[in-house]
């Protein structure tokens, strides 16, 4: 009995949930319909009367919704169609299922590749400067784009891809099986003895885990002091970023978001690695974004000081929504501030030292890392 | 039917002025339906597939967009609007424009003619705007600009993927107000900023004179609703002096009305067609001459000067002349303005205008893009010299007596 109760007032639920999805449905539809007549009527006119032919539906889509965010007047607010996202994807992810080949695209349209040191292309005997002419049976043409080709290329690891290259006067077949490519965003190596030196290239899901991996691997090596190495970084996801803070700072907050209606402030996440050595921090006009969060948060919190050239001001967050079409929107949703509520857009960080850090000879900036340093260490 | 004419009559009339407002401008606005061969407006649009086409990204984005934009965000009504300028500039077609209500009145409100503006012929090449001419006297030339200058900005709004329509209507406003633009000149290397204060640019329509040698000179400045009536009002008077040759000055003139090309050509074309018009389906019409031109007597020799800024309607008349073997063309090669635009009213006052057809000359030549060459080719020297005019003055003096 009480069974079948329950079972009943389940339908009902359901029954009344699609009813209220199909009554909000239309609700949002009538709404949309009226506020869409106007681009309907334009559509309507171009279809029939335009001269020449229009492009395809989705494109008109997609440059309806260009021509409202252009209007925004914000650089970063933008639109991705579906094969620039996945790609982007992958880039935030720091790793992709492919072939590990670097694709060209000439000035006059052919594609060439050049196979990874170690990858499944070159195993499968690719060598550099071969010409793609067809993926998966399908001809490459010189009316694609580079994201389109890289697109076809790439696929879940475990899964083959047939291509076809011409090299010289042949055409060579190859079935190649997809591997997991990592695109290796940290960078080490021992300076001198006890000196470490970490570039970070840019925050990616990948980023801290390579972090780990560089830190304990200095460790190893004796390492007692640090440079990190934040120039030309132009920033990638918040969240990676607030996770490399955890290895050098052990609380506190890292940054604050002011959103429309809201402020939010962010702690450091906690890192399964904590290092207390002393430690510089190199920046210059390419170190934006997320990597200004963490230069920020370290200069403030007095854990390293910035040497180099006044960063480059990008102070507002953009969240990624992705479209039910595989497009995905960038909106700028906040603006964010370091702990000491620095205003970032516009205005940079101001290092603690100044050095031309793009002088042609050498390195200066980490010549004047090294020294700092040492005198700390002399202290 | 009667309502229908009613909205007929009004659209032409709203089209006239629109035209006639265009005056300084490379234009090649159509007013329809001519006499003969104009083409039908569809009244009842046949089913569409614009109503098939599936908004529900554009939704997405729009709903995100209003719910989580961080700055401020533009009324519904304005990102309509810029929705639609999205999709016109993904055409790639400078001269399809979209006038939001604001725009679209202003330009229908000037119907005299003339214009409140800098005095400068622009046009839309390479999505860049580049001055095609600078009409004598007026502020465009007394502030240095020439021909050849782009301009980059306007009151520090860049022009970038701007339509032809929405950068001029930038340029023009009252009488007597500054505008302030930033224009590249090659050779120059730095863009450099010029303001100019805009006054009312009024040019006479037609001029014309009896040279020396009898020779009849005209010079037609815009192809506006008066310069046919100007033209016969010309020849009435030249044509009982038995000219021994006629120049057709269109040196300049960027054009206007369709239906004022096809009258300026029948003055002196009394064959068919005057012009060749292709709309996208392959539907060609040809345009007839009016009968009762009054200088088609072949036995008058005629040179028809040109120059890069002699665009659309002018490229229309120098193009029935020569194929018609009427006349030759000296001076320079034309601009090569040879689409149609027709204006649309939508129903919240905005307009859009639209490519809808290219022209051709009597023997098939496509105008657009490529322009006509001279017959015989005269650069223009040094100022203050008029060399075109004198080579085509010297060229009708050397033919028969």
């Known amino acids: 009995m009480r069974k079948t109760f329950f079972f009943v007032l389940a339908i009902i639920l359901i029954i009344a949930s699609y009813g209220a999805g199909f009554a909000t449905h239309e609700l949002i539809s009538r709404k949309n319909k009226s506020q869409l007549n106007l681009l309907l009527e334009a559509l309507e006119i171009l279809k029939r009367d335009y001269y020449k032919p229009l492009p395809d539906d989705r494109q008109i889509i997609y440059a309806a919704i260009k021509g409202v965010i252009s209007q925004l007047g914000d650089p970063y607010t933008t639109f991705l169609e579906p094969q620039t996202r996945t790609l982007e994807k992958d880039q935030l992810k720091g790793e992709y299922g492919g072939i590990g080949a670097w694709i060209r695209k000439t000035e006059d349209g052919r594609f060439i590749l050049t196979p990874m040191e170690g990858s499944p292309a070159m195993k499968a005997g690719i060598k550099d400067g071969d010409e793609l002419i067809e993926v998966n049976e399908t001809p490459v043409t010189s009316f694609m784009s580079l994201d389109q080709v890289l697109i076809m290329v790439r696929g879940p690891v475990g899964t083959y891809v047939n291509i076809v290259v011409r090299r010289g006067e042949e055409r060579l077949n190859f079935r190649i099986r997809r591997e997991r490519i990592e695109i290796p965003t940290v960078e080490w190596r021992l300076i001198e003895q006890g000196m470490g030196y970490i570039k970070i290239t840019s925050f990616t899901e990948r980023t801290p885990r390579e972090l780990e991996q560089a830190l304990r691997k200095l460790q190893g090596q004796g390492t007692t002091s640090l440079v990190l190495d934040l120039r030309g970084n132009p920033g990638g996801l918040i969240d990676s970023a607030l996770k490399v803070g955890g290895f050098f700072l052990k609380e506190g907050v890292m940054l604050h978001e002011r959103y429309k209606n809201s402020l939010k402030s962010y702690n450091v996440i906690k890192a399964p690695l904590w290092v207390d050595w002393p430690m510089v921090v190199l920046v210059d006009s390419g170190t934006a974004s997320a990597a200004e969060i963490l230069a920020g948060a370290l200069q403030e919190s007095g854990r390293a000081k910035l040497i180099g050239e006044k960063t480059y001001g990008k102070g507002s967050v953009q969240w990624v929504y992705d479209l039910s079409d595989g497009s995905s929107l960038h909106i700028t949703v906040a603006q964010w501030f370091t702990p000491g509520y620095r205003k970032v857009e516009g205005n940079g960080l101001e290092p603690d030292i100044k050095v031309q850090c793009s002088a042609p000879e050498g390195d200066a900036c980490v010549e004047e890392a090294l020294d700092i340093l040492k005198k700390g260490g002399a202290e | 039917m009667r309502i229908l004419r009613i909205a007929l009559a009004t659209f032409l009339t709203i089209l006239v002025l629109t035209a006639s407002f265009l005056a300084g401008m490379v234009t090649g606005m159509r007013q329809i339906p001519a006499e003969e061969g104009g083409a039908q407006i569809p009244v009842t649009p046949t089913a569409t597939k614009a109503k098939e086409l599936d908004f529900s990204v554009f939704w997405e984005a729009w709903d995100i967009l209003e719910r989580e934009f961080y700055g401020e965000i533009p ?66 030339e007394k502030a240095g600009l020439k021909s050849g200058d782009i301009i980059l900005k306007v009151d520090d709004k860049p022009i970038e993927n701007m339509s032809l329509m929405e950068a001029v209507l930038l340029i023009r406003g009252p009488k007597g107000t500054p505008v302030k633009l930033t224009v590249y000149r090659e050779g120059l290397e730095e863009p450099f900023e010029v303001t100019i204060i805009r006054q009312r640019i009024e040019i006479p329509t037609l001029s014309y004179k009896m040279l020396e040698g009898n020779i009849a000179y005209i010079k037609l400045r815009e192809f506006n609703e008066i310069a046919p009536r100007k033209l016969r009002e010309a020849l009435k008077e030249l044509m009982p002096q ?6 057709l000055d269109l040196r300049g003139n960027p054009g206007g009305l369709l239906s004022a090309a096809v009258e300026v050509a029948s003055q002196f074309v009394d064959r068919s067609p005057i012009l060749i018009e292709r709309l996208k389906n392959g539907e060609q019409k040809l345009f007839k001459p009016v009968p009762g031109g009054l200088a088609t007597d072949p036995s008058i020799p005629m040179v028809v000067l040109i120059n890069g800024a002699s665009a659309s309607a002018s490229e229309i008349v120098a193009g029935a002349i020569r194929d018609h073997g009427r006349g030759i063309l000296m001076g320079e090669k034309t601009l090569g303005k040879g689409s149609v635009q027709q204006p649309f009213t939508l129903k919240d006052g905005s307009e859009l205008r639209v490519t809808i057809a290219r022209w051709f000359t009597p023997s098939g030549q496509a105008i657009h893009e490529k322009g006509l060459t001279p017959d015989v080719e005269v650069k223009q020297g040094e100022e203050g010299k008029d060399i075109q005019l004198e080579k085509a003055v010297e060229y009708l003096l050397s033919l028969r007596r």
Do not use: C, N
């Open chain 2, 75 to 140: 009324s519904p009504e304005e990102r309509m609007y810029s929705a639609i300028k999205g999709v016109i500039s993904s055409l790639g077609d400078p001269y399809t424009s979209f006038l939001d209500p604001k725009q679209a009145s202003l330009a229908r409100q000037d119907i005299t003619g003339s214009f409140e503006g800098i005095g400068a012929v622009v046009d839309m090449r390479e999505g860049r705007l580049v001055i095609v001419e600078v009409l004598e006297g007026q502020p465009a």
């Open chain 2, 242 to 247: 038995k000219p021994r040759g006629i120049i």
